[in-house]
């Protein structure tokens, strides 16, 4: 508690007096003991400031006794100007000449301890001070540690504020209230930078990444199927027959295609293997094969009916080109018995031929021997048919088994014995008799239909009417010339025409036209195939209109018609909006 005294309000009405007069009133706390008899109920302490005016003397005389609370010592005239300085003395309200009560020992009967007397000190004489000489202190006299000593607090560190409240602090606001807007506004501004920033990042990827590699898609008809009813042809009234077009698969069969012998049409495939082993390049003769011993002995026995070429010497050589004359047109078994000795026995060769027809399919089939005169040596038309699409797409061959005539190295002729050959379009390939197998003949021939040169294959085998041969020739002339006159071609494209487009990866569809027409080959109810490649080359980014960057195919294998496609407008490089946009 303060209380001010008002100058000049001393006590009996004195005077007005230049003293002013600050009251601090201390509360003293709740006691631990009980007070003593000569210490007022009152505890209230009270502390007097008084301050002087200027030039008025010390009120309080030397000697005199301390002043009462709420007096005041009335200055005389004259006295303000002494000195011409303010002071303020300290005036105790009450004095402290009673001890304070020191705590209990608890020891029963015994006093509590006084504290020994202060003399009183006028606050009106100011008590020299010696800096050289401290005051005396009774060494067995201790201060007593009352309730009213001051309290000792420790503070604990606070946690850290956080940011805004800092902020606050600093700048003497107080933090906003939270909000949902404020919130929103502050990841925001948190995540913004972050987001922008893998923005860039994935855009600088998207450009530099490679651009996907353009593709060639068709969008016309995948297929063509040829309008008339389904073709009937002249079959053989016995055995087996069956007749195929080279890349448009089969017209049509006749009878049960089971295994039965087929003679020296097993020569076929002989030919077919010397020359995967061997091949020989147009012009060329191919290897150089020494004649043995049992090639001479064995060209002797055409006294017992076998086909033979019997002028070969021992120690002469033989040209591949001339060992495959021999076996395929006049159908010598000797010769077939050398080239199987010479390309790595005969016995090994079997199992190559029996391991060929394997792989073209022909799952009827079993060879014994080159020559195809074991009656052990079976197969089907169809399995031979297999064979021989496979033969017509070797030249080197062909060339051999069209013709009518070989003239050997010593200038002897031997007559090819496929009478087919070389009318319609015979290709030839092999004639096959025995007495157990009958006659057999598997042949080929050729067609332009259109723009292409259609080539069919077929079979006839187990012919027994007289000759067997010329039965099984006849019919297959029959059988051929039907295929042949079927054949038609339909317009399947016409040139212009858009057949596809160019998919650069990325959403651009530039369309390829045909450059020419197409027309297709085959017979009523036929079904074929339309493909769209890009051709040997990758296909490039960028291109002008009107390059050809693939290539139209109708059909497979020998009968294919081929042409090219090209740009009917430019293809240009993505811009950099469809590079940013891609995925995958």
Do not use: C
Request: without cysteine; aromatic residues 4%; charged residues 20%.
């Amino acid at each position: 508690m303060f209380r001010a005294v008002k100058p000049g309000a001393g006590e009996g009405g004195a005077p007005e007096d230049s003293e002013r007069t600050a009251v601090f009133r201390a509360v003293k706390p709740p006691a631990p003991a009980a007070p003593a008899d000569d210490e007022p109920v009152d505890s209230e302490r009270t502390a007097v400031f008084r301050a002087f005016k200027p030039g008025t003397a010390n009120p309080a005389a030397p000697g005199q006794g301390t002043a009462k609370p709420g007096t005041a010592n009335p200055a005389t005239p004259g006295s303000a100007g002494q000195g011409g300085e303010r002071a303020s003395t300290f005036v105790p309200l009450r004095t402290d000449d009673a001890a304070p009560v020191r705590p209990s020992t608890g020891v029963p009967g015994t006093p509590p301890a006084q504290a020994p007397l202060r003399t009183p000190v006028d606050p009106g004489v100011r008590a020299p001070v010696n800096p050289g000489v401290r005051p005396p202190v009774d060494p067995g006299v201790r201060t007593p540690v009352t309730r009213e000593s001051p309290e000792r607090t420790t503070q604990q560190p606070l946690p850290p504020k956080p940011p805004l409240d800092m902020l606050a602090d600093l700048t003497n606001n107080p933090p906003p209230p939270p909000s949902a807007a404020r919130t929103a506004v502050r990841r925001f501004k948190i995540y913004a930078p972050i987001l922008v920033l893998l923005a860039v990042v994935l855009a600088v990827v998207q450009l530099v990444r490679p651009l996907p590699k353009p593709t060639l898609k068709v969008t016309a008809n995948t297929s063509y199927t040829f309008e008339g009813g389904a073709p009937s042809l002249p079959w053989p009234k016995e055995g087996q027959a069956y007749m195929a077009a080279a890349g448009l698969g089969p017209v049509g069969s006749f009878g049960e295609q089971k295994p039965v012998a087929i003679g020296s049409v097993a020569k076929a495939m002989t030919a077919y293997v010397i020359l995967k082993d061997f091949p020989m390049k147009k012009g060329e003769k191919g290897q150089m094969i020494p004649v043995d011993k049992t090639a001479v002995e064995d060209g002797k026995k055409e006294t017992e009916g076998e086909s033979t070429v019997n002028n070969l010497k021992e120690g002469d050589k033989i040209s591949q080109e001339d060992a495959l004359n021999a076996i395929m047109i006049p159908s010598a078994n000797n010769v077939a018995r050398l080239l199987a000795r010479w390309d790595g026995g005969q016995e090994a060769f079997v199992k190559k031929m029996n391991d060929t027809a394997k792989e073209l399919g022909m799952t009827n089939t079993t060879y014994t021997d080159p020559s195809g005169l074991d009656a052990t040596t079976v197969s089907t038309a169809e399995d031979q048919v297999k064979l021989g699409l496979k033969i017509v797409e070797m030249p080197e061959l062909i060339a051999i088994t069209k013709k009518p005539e070989w003239v050997d190295p010593t200038g002897k002729k031997w007559r090819n014995y496929n009478d087919l050959v070389p009318f319609n379009g015979s290709l030839g390939i092999k004639t096959g008799s025995t007495s157990k197998a009958g006659g057999n003949l598997l042949f080929a021939a050729e067609k332009k239909v259109g723009k292409t040169n259609q080539l069919i294959v077929g079979a006839v085998l187990g012919q027994h009417g007289v000759p067997i041969l010329g039965t099984a020739i006849a019919a297959s002339k029959n059988i051929m010339l039907a295929t042949q006159k079927m054949l038609t071609a339909a317009p399947v494209v016409k040139k212009g025409s858009v057949v596809g487009y160019v998919d650069d990866g990325l959403g651009t569809h530039v369309p390829v036209v045909a450059t020419a027409d197409v027309d297709a080959v085959g017979w009523p109810t036929l079904t074929i195939a339309i493909k769209l490649a890009d051709g040997a080359t990758q296909l490039p980014q960028t291109a002008k209109a009107g390059s050809e960057i693939g290539m139209l195919t109708v059909g497979e294998g020998a009968s294919q018609v081929k042409v090219p496609v090209a740009l009917q407008s430019d293809l240009t490089a993505p811009g950099i909006g469809k590079k940013l946009t891609r995925v995958g």
